[in-house]
C-alpha cells in the first residue's frame, strides 16, 4: 500500500502561530496544523516542544501553555498553525 504525507517541518526561522486549541488527547493533525493535547492531574505548568529533526538535542520552537486559555479540565491543549505530523 502506498500513501503520501504532507510533512510540513519549519525551521527555527519560522514564526509559528498558536492558538487555544481543542481537548480532544493526543496530536491530531488538520490541513492548517496541528492540534495537540494532553491529560495531567497535577501539572501547573506544560511546554510543548518541537523538534526539527528528531536526533536534535534542541528543539526549534518551544511554548508554554497557558492554564487559563489552553487548558479545560485536567487536560492542557493547543493549535500550532503551519506544521504537519510527522
Do not use: C
Request: glycine letters at 10%.
Amino acid at each position: 500500500m502506498k500513501y503520501s504525507v504532507d510533512y510540513k517541518n519549519p525551521g527555527p526561522d519560522v514564526v509559528l502561530k498558536t492558538s487555544r486549541g481543542r481537548p480532544v488527547l493526543g496530536a491530531t493533525p488538520d490541513a492548517g496544523g496541528v492540534n495537540f493535547a494532553l491529560f495531567s492531574r497535577n501539572a501547573t505548568k506544560v511546554y510543548l516542544e518541537l523538534y526539527q529533526n528528531y536526533y536534535d538535542d534542541k528543539p526549534s520552537h518551544r511554548f508554554e501553555l497557558d492554564p487559563v486559555k489552553n487548558k479545560t479540565g485536567d487536560i492542557w491543549h493547543i493549535y500550532v498553525h503551519g506544521v504537519g505530523h510527522g
